[in-house]
């Protein structure tokens, strides 16, 4: 005989899940905040700034922006290998690396 579905149980704990992932990309979004120095900047400013980013139309810019975050991260994660005894990962999470955190558009 089948076994019946528990869709009740198998939603929670899709929602579960949502819900956790949800909450490690805020943190990496904080995280990111931080090691970019922009938590020195008053949350008007931060704000100002992303909005700004988000509402630009050129592509160019975009582009130049991507390259120097890409660097970023290189950088960090070479400085990161040398501290943890060279794992490969640097023992750093990278904020935005979670493929499952979809396409970087706020829920």
Do not use: H
Request: no cysteine; net charge positive; proline share 2%.
């Amino acid at each position: 005989m089948r076994k019946v579905r528990d869709y009740d149980a198998e939603l929670k704990a899709l929602e579960s899940r949502a819900k956790a992932i949800k909450a490690r990309r805020i943190e990496q979004l904080g995280q990111l905040v931080t090691a970019t120095g922009a938590d020195a900047l008053d949350m008007e400013t931060l704000a100002g700034a992303l909005l700004d980013a988000v509402a630009m139309k050129d592509a160019e810019a975009k582009e130049a922006w991507r390259a120097k975050g890409a660097a970023f991260f290189q950088r960090r994660g070479r400085k990161g290998s040398r501290t943890a005894g060279g794992n490969g990962d640097g023992g750093n999470a990278q904020p935005g690396a979670d493929p499952a955190s979809g396409s970087g558009a706020a829920s």
